[in-house]
Every structure is written in structure tokens, then in C-alpha cells.
């Protein structure tokens, strides 16, 4: 592995190739870990630099695509011309149980499906004609989400009025998501905003049904808070959690229903894993309903058994217990992954660059096989982020934020990876430089990753991409 100095030399000559006002902002945004800093030290949560290709997403994607797509009971309409819908349409594989186009919605898309004339006149009424369409077609609908576009912020479109005039036609809920695409700097403003409307219009409408419920708590309740299913992971997550002891009350936005979202405020302790997308929601059920959360990593058997006997340790002696058992029964399965395939996987050197908690989180599971990571960035990370991940990485890995098209490539061609786990829009230009690549936004039609079922599908993965033998027909420009 490179030294801190040499990677800092390789920023330095990455940086070059700008002008010299964007080479100053760019600068900022890219660092190389020091052993014993409690910091990566690089700017993040910023505009992006003009004219640069970036991989992130807008507040839309951000809203519709993370927190509220998901819930599956719910139908999402987008509301504006039908490109967003169309290209938000069913992208990030979470996984549900239901039937579609009855009780579950998720793989459908609704849109309103913007004109010239909507966008003079305002597209209100036809909205509100849309909501009334719906509530017809499809009665066992659980409510309705508004998810604004660009042209909806800039008309001035009263969505909330119509929110509130559907809300009592119908008797459901609808949520009025003011998640335009131009707003804030990426996608994790959507994230935010999208936790401040289920604060503003879900968990009241929560709190007076509540009044009246008959659920029965018990010491062990908890929600799973911020995992979206993606290929199952949300279900391997489930098993582990419920063989120790715990009784799941609610899980969203992941195969999630509006149902159990309402009922999360009654759980005894909330368990975060996206923390980016969802630590806002979490943070506000402390304060209002006295809930506390955990951040918990159920990457690779080390974090999984790590996470187990943290989330444990704010139980009693029965949950303790239970999580003892859980790592117990799965010890030998994590050893014979690790013994088939560190063997093969050993040493080799991964460059990772996604968004959400993966630039972090998925650390240890590399590392569990004998990979090293070389250097890791966040699409849209912001400084906690940055602090989190210091724990995970080493000295001399490189980090980037908001990495740019060209600095990745530049960067790849210097650190000299063995694989890169990016995102879709990279998947390709590396895929053709000659390099194994895996698409960890989505598990690459693969997953799930999570838990120890998890682990077993992510070493097979990473095998398959690495020692196919397609790559020795290209290899990488500094191998030949």
C-alpha cells in the first residue's frame, strides 16, 4: 500500500489538471487518512463544482427514491412531467411481500404527468383529480405521497392544500413532499426533508390513532429504521434480530408499510442503518417520544457480531443471551466463508465510492476477507460521516468527496485497484478500463449483503467479479 505521502503527492498531481480556481475548492474535498486522526479532513455537504461530472443524485431521488419509495402500501406519485417517475421507476430493488396493484404499490409508477398547460395554469386540480383516481382504482391503498419536481417548486403549486382536502375525502393519509430536485446541494437534503414530512404529517395523524390502540408493548420492541431491502437485506437483518430475542415492530422504509411507520413510536429503542438517510426521524423520536437509537453495521461476520452484542447490551440478561446464541449458531457458516474464499481474495486492493453508509460500513466485510481498502468517498456525505468513517479506515487510505468523473478515474489509475465498488454510473467506464467492478448501490442484481446470510452471497460476489476470466482478455492499461 502506498504511503500517506506518496497518495498525497497523487492528489497533488490528480489536482493539476484544474484551473486554478477549481483546483483551490477541489483541494478541500480530498485527504489522506492519518493513522489516529478522528477525522477524514475533507469538506463535504457542498454545491458541486460546475462543468464537473458528479454521481449524485437530486433531493427527488433523495425523497422518492430512498425514504419513501419503499413503503410499500403506499402509492408515490410524482408529481411533474413523467421523466422523474420514469427514471425513478422501480431502480433500487427493495424487495417486498404483497400483492402488486392491490395492497402493495412499489414496482408501479404514477405521475401527473406534467404538460405545457400544467406548467401555465398550475397542476392543483389535476392532482387532486389524480389522488381521487387512485383512491377508485386501487381502495386498499394505505395513502398517498406527493413527491415534487423542479417545475412544481418553481410554479408555486399548493400541494399541501391539496394534501390536506385529500386527507379528509379519503380519510388516509397524504403527504405532501416538497423534495424539488433543485433544492440543497444532492439527494441527502430529499432524505431530510422527506423525515421532516413523516414528522409533520404522519406521526401526528400517529399519535391520536395510537390514543385509541389496542397494541400491546413489550420490553423487547424495536424498529429497524433506514434499510430499504435491497435483494433481502432487510429479511437477513430480521432473522438475526428476532433469533435474538427482539419482537420487530416496525421496519421501514424496506418492504415497510404506513402502518408500521405510525406504530414506531411506541418501539423501546430504534436501530439505525443508513444513519445519512434517517438519523433525522430517529433524533426527532428521542426528543419527542424519549426513543433512543443505535447505529448498528451488519456488514461481515466481525461488525455483525459487534452490532449483536451492542444492541444487546441496552436489554437484559435474556436479550445478552440471545445474542451469544445467535453468534454461536452462525460462527461456523462466517468461518467457512472466510476459509473458501479469503484464500482467493487476500490482499487484493478495492476502491470504494457510493453513498448512503456504504463507503464506511462495508469496510470491515472486505476486510474480513483479507482485502484492503485503498481508498473510499461519499457521494453526499456530510462531516459525521466523514468522523464515522475514520474509525474504519486505515493509514494512508484516500479519501475523496464528491469525487469527480475524472478524479476516480485518475485515482484508479495511481492506487492501482484490484476491484472498484462504486455505484452505476461508474460501473462501466472501469468495467472498461479492464477492471473488476461490483455496483454497491444495488448489490449488482445480486444481495442480499446483510447479515451472516448476507456475507456468505458478498464473498461469492467479489470472487466471481475478481476471478472472471473475462478480465484476462482486457486487463487493466498498467498491466499490460
Not at 386527507?167 to 423534495?179: E, F, L, N
Not at 436479550?319 to 484464500?343: F, L, S, T, W
Not at 456475507?455 to 492499461?477: C, E, N, Q, V, Y
Request: glycine share 10%.
Amino acid at each position: 500500500m502506498s504511503t500517506v505521502d506518496e497518495n498525497k503527492q497523487l492528489i497533488q498531481d490528480v489536482l493539476e489538471a484544474y484551473p486554478e480556481k477549481a483546483k483551490k475548492k477541489r483541494e478541500k474535498h480530498l485527504n489522506v487518512h492519518e493513522e489516529g486522526k478522528t477525522d477524514c479532513g475533507v469538506k463535504s455537504n457542498v454545491k458541486s463544482l460546475p462543468g464537473v461530472m458528479t454521481a449524485r443524485g437530486c433531493a427527488y431521488a433523495g425523497s422518492k427514491g430512498v425514504v419513501w419509495g419503499p413503503i410499500k402500501d403506499m402509492v408515490h406519485i410524482s408529481h411533474g412531467p413523467v421523466g422523474c417517475g420514469y427514471y425513478s421507476w422501480s431502480g433500487r430493488r427493495n424487495y417486498y411481500i404483497g400483492t402488486t396493484g392491490v395492497d402493495t404499490f412499489g414496482t408501479m409508477n404514477f405521475t401527473s404527468d406534467f404538460q405545457e398547460r400544467d406548467i401555465v395554469f398550475g397542476g392543483d386540480k389535476k392532482l387532486g383529480k389524480i389522488i381521487e383516481e387512485i383512491e377508485e382504482l386501487f381502495p386498499l391503498n394505505g395513502g398517498v405521497s406527493i413527491q415534487s419536481e423542479c417545475p412544481v417548486g418553481l410554479i408555486g403549486d399548493d400541494i399541501e392544500s391539496v394534501a390536506r382536502e385529500a386527507t379528509k375525502k379519503t380519510g388516509k393519509t397524504v403527504a405532501p413532499v416538497r423534495c424539488e430536485g433543485f433544492r440543497g446541494v444532492s439527494q441527502s437534503l430529499g432524505h431530510h426533508i422527506a423525515n421532516d414530512i413523516i414528522r409533520d404529517w404522519v406521526f401526528p395523524q400517529a399519535d391520536e390513532e395510537n390514543k385509541d390502540s389496542d397494541f400491546e408493548s413489550t420490553d423487547y420492541d424495536v424498529a429497524i429504521i433506514g434499510d430499504y431491502n435491497i435483494g433481502g437485506d432487510a429479511w437477513a437483518s430480521r432473522i438475526l434480530l428476532e433469533e435474538m430475542g427482539l419482537r420487530i415492530v416496525a421496519q421501514w422504509s424496506g418492504d415497510g408499510t404506513l402502518h408500521e411507520m405510525k406504530m414506531t413510536p411506541k418501539v423501546k429503542l430504534n436501530l439505525i442503518h443508513c444513519y445519512r438517510s434517517m438519523n433525522y426521524i430517529s433524533r426527532h423520536m428521542e426528543e419527542k417520544y424519549g426513543i433512543p437509537w443505535f447505529e448498528y453495521n451488519f456488514f461481515g461476520p466481525t461488525k455483525i457480531a459487534e452490532s449483536l452484542r451492542a444492541i444487546a447490551a441496552q436489554f437484559d440478561d435474556k436479550i445478552k443471551e440471545g445474542a451469544e446464541r445467535v453468534i454461536a449458531k452462525y460462527q461456523k457458516q462466517a468461518d467457512d466463508v472466510i476459509a473458501k474464499y479469503r484464500p482467493k481474495l487476500e490482499g487484493e486492493k478495492v476502491m470504494l465510492m457510493v453513498g448512503g453508509l456504504r463507503p464506511r460500513h462495508v469496510v470491515p466485510a472486505f476486510q474480513d476477507l483479507g482485502m484492503e481498502i485503498v481508498g473510499t468517498g461519499y457521494e453526499f456525505g456530510h462531516n459525521d460521516d466523514y468522523k464515522r468513517t475514520a474509525e474504519y479506515v486505515k493509514d494512508s487510505t484516500v479519501i475523496y468527496d464528491d469525487v469527480t468523473g475524472y478524479e476516480f478515474e485518475k485515482f484508479a489509475e495511481g492506487l492501482k485497484p484490484d476491484l472498484v465498488a462504486a455505484g452505476v454510473k461508474e460501473k462501466y467506464v472501469f468495467q472498461k478500463m479492464g477492471l473488476p467492478f461490483r455496483q454497491m448501490h444495488s448489490w449488482d442484481y445480486s444481495g442480499p449483503y446483510h447479515g451472516y446470510d448476507g456475507f456468505a452471497i458478498f464473498a461469492r460476489d467479489m470472487d466471481l467479479a475478481l476471478k472472471s476470466p473475462t478480465w484476462g482478455l482486457i486487463g487493466a492499461p498498467w498491466k499490460k
